[in-house]
């Protein structure tokens, strides 16, 4: 029998108890894991241990696609109209408004976001994109095709079956909406390991799937580590179609893993190192604003973080006073202090790493114009961090750094800030601004990234979709394009007076 935590919040930010099973959640249960087996969630503003979950393993994915397989030939795919799978997608983002406040403490104390940042923009845009694909679920549509007059072609768009998500740790519960979502209106069943870092969402989510009148084996979440559970969804025979965010190193390996089993088809949205380009003419102060929230909103562990800044060297002096100015304003601090906009790093793995990168960015000679080190001894905090003097061949301008560290740079014309903008391997987001609507246009267009913002940065939209060239990814989240990820095309012919 799982275990449970109960944590009793009583902070600035919110005031609660929340109590969520510890289990793995398989078939419409809680269960305990095959083989035994625990994993410690962390506190990062303090580095302590906040409880353990049930880490699944092989034969745990084993027994979720088992599950998942027979509820997608029995109660849910075809067998349920897409109507009655939107009513129970809506039921759900009822409930996940209802608990929105619980799901913003668990991501903001395992995560270390703020408070504010977890309830306001991750959940509440987890539940946007629920109704979102609720409305989508009765327009999953073929076409009738022109053939000739003994002919009926046409086409429908069926449920791949089970699907396999793998979800990233820096917006927990938005990410697995995003993924949970699309799976589920095209009638798809899933099972999802979300991260091991943030857990806590999740199992508190599984609370709702019942409730909302799933049938058991449509949702199953197994908590574990990605080299176990993680790779055992993308090798598992069951899963026909494997999705996944996180770090280009680990998207490979998905890829092969997918390749080599039943070579189940993959949806990746992976890293990145997007360029923000400020023009001469550009509007300094909102260019200043937007390049603040590019870098280090969400502690810059944002995968379309505006890490490398370009600015035209008219404006460039000005433009890094009034960067470094309010970089060094940002109040970072405990997530549930509600005027903290920068918490901790989400775990010690991930403050070295971030560190590391800084100590190369000073031995390869750029210059920290701002920040660079940690903050108190307790947890896992770093300063908001400015780097200039930065060379196009430096750790720190070619490689994701996932942090609170912006790369500044100065460019002297519109042909030259292109090639430095697209001289890399990502190809995720980009951000332009400037006054001029020819350059803006000529230039979001020249650049090689899925995603392209005029004067402004991190703006994605549910009906926009979001996904990457280049090693960013394959596929794209979010609007109309991503219920293609989720079914298989069958074109079928009719014969209507065909005679041989």
């Known amino acids: 029998m799982p275990s449970t935590f109960i944590k009793t919040f009583d902070t600035p930010a919110y005031k609660g108890t929340v109590t969520i099973p510890l289990g793995l959640y398989i078939n419409g249960k809680f269960v305990d894991p095959v083989e035994g087996g625990t994993i410690d969630v962390v506190n990062p503003a303090t580095g302590k241990v906040v409880t353990s979950i049930a880490a699944g393993t092989k034969a745990d994915i084993d027994i979720a696609a088992k599950a998942a397989k027979k509820a997608y030939k029995t109660s849910w795919g075809l067998k349920v109209p897409g109507a009655q799978r939107g009513k129970l997608m809506s039921k759900l983002a009822i409930l996940m408004e209802e608990h929105i406040a619980e799901f913003a403490a668990l991501d903001a104390l395992a995560n270390g976001k703020a408070y504010n940042t977890a309830y306001g923009r991750d959940n509440k845009g987890a539940i946007a994109v629920m109704?979102?694909?609720?409305?989508?679920?009765?327009?999953?549509?073929?076409?009738?095709?022109?053939?000739?007059?003994?002919?009926?072609?046409?086409?429908?768009?069926?449920?791949?079956?089970?699907?396999?998500?793998?979800?990233?740790?820096?917006?927990?519960?938005?990410?697995?909406?995003l993924k949970i979502a699309p799976a589920l209106a095209t009638g798809n069943t899933i099972v999802l390991k979300p991260s091991e870092l943030t857990p806590l969402s999740a199992l508190l989510f599984c609370t709702l799937i019942e409730e909302a009148g799933f049938p058991p084996g449509v949702i199953n979440i197994v908590n574990g580590y990605g080299p176990t559970a993680g790779q055992a969804i993308s090798e598992h025979p069951l899963i026909e179609k494997v999705a996944f965010t996180g770090s280009t190193l680990t998207g490979r390996k998905i890829m092969e893993a997918a390749a080599k089993s039943n070579l189940k088809p993959v949806t990746l949205e992976l890293g990145g190192k997007s360029p923000n380009v400020i023009f001469d003419d550009a509007d300094l102060e909102q260019a200043v604003k937007w390049a603040i929230h590019g870098i280090y909103f969400n502690h810059g562990q944002n995968c379309s973080a505006g890490s490398r800044i370009f600015v035209q060297e008219g404006i460039y002096d000005k433009f890094l006073d009034q960067f470094t100015e309010q970089a060094r304003a940002i109040k970072v601090g405990d997530p549930?202090?509600?005027?903290?906009?920068?918490?901790?790093?989400?775990?010690?793995?991930?403050?070295?790493?971030?560190?590391?990168?800084?100590s190369s960015g000073k031995n390869d000679g750029a210059t920290v114009h701002l920040g660079g080190k940690q903050i108190g001894q307790e947890g896992y905090f770093i300063e908001p961090t400015i780097f200039t003097e930065c060379q196009p061949d430096m750790k720190i301008v070619r490689e994701e750094i996932?942090?609170?560290?912006?790369?500044?740079?100065?460019?002297?014309?519109?042909?030259?800030?292109?090639?430095?903008?697209?001289?890399?391997?990502?190809?995720?987001?980009?951000?332009?601004?400037?006054?001029?609507?020819?350059?803006?246009?000529?230039?979001?267009?020249?650049?090689?990234?899925?995603?392209?913002?005029?004067?402004?940065?991190?703006?994605?939209?549910?009906?926009?979709?979001?996904?990457?060239?280049?090693?960013?990814?394959?596929?794209?989240?979010?609007?109309?394009?991503?219920?293609?990820?989720?079914?298989?095309v069958k074109a079928v012919h009719v014969n209507i007076g065909m005679r041989l």
């Open 402 to 488: 996932f942090g609170p560290v912006a790369c500044v740079m100065k460019f002297t014309t519109e042909d030259e800030v292109v090639e430095q903008a697209n001289d890399t391997s990502y190809g995720l987001a980009a951000s332009v601004f400037t006054k001029d609507i020819d350059r803006a246009i000529r230039v979001a267009h020249a650049l090689e990234a899925g995603t392209a913002w005029i004067n402004c940065t991190n703006q994605t939209e549910i009906s926009m979709p979001f996904g990457g060239f280049k090693q960013s990814g394959i596929g794209s989240e979010l609007s109309e394009y991503a219920l293609e990820n989720y079914t298989n």
């Open 336 to 358: 549930f202090s509600p005027d903290t906009y920068q918490g901790p790093q989400v775990s010690k793995t991930q403050f070295e790493r971030i560190m590391g990168y800084i």
């Open 131 to 177: 109704e979102y694909y609720a409305g989508w679920a009765d327009k999953i549509n073929g076409k009738t095709i022109e053939t000739n007059e003994k002919k009926l072609a046409y086409t429908r768009h069926e449920p791949i079956g089970v699907v396999g998500q793998i979800i990233p740790w820096n917006v927990p519960m938005f990410s697995l909406s």
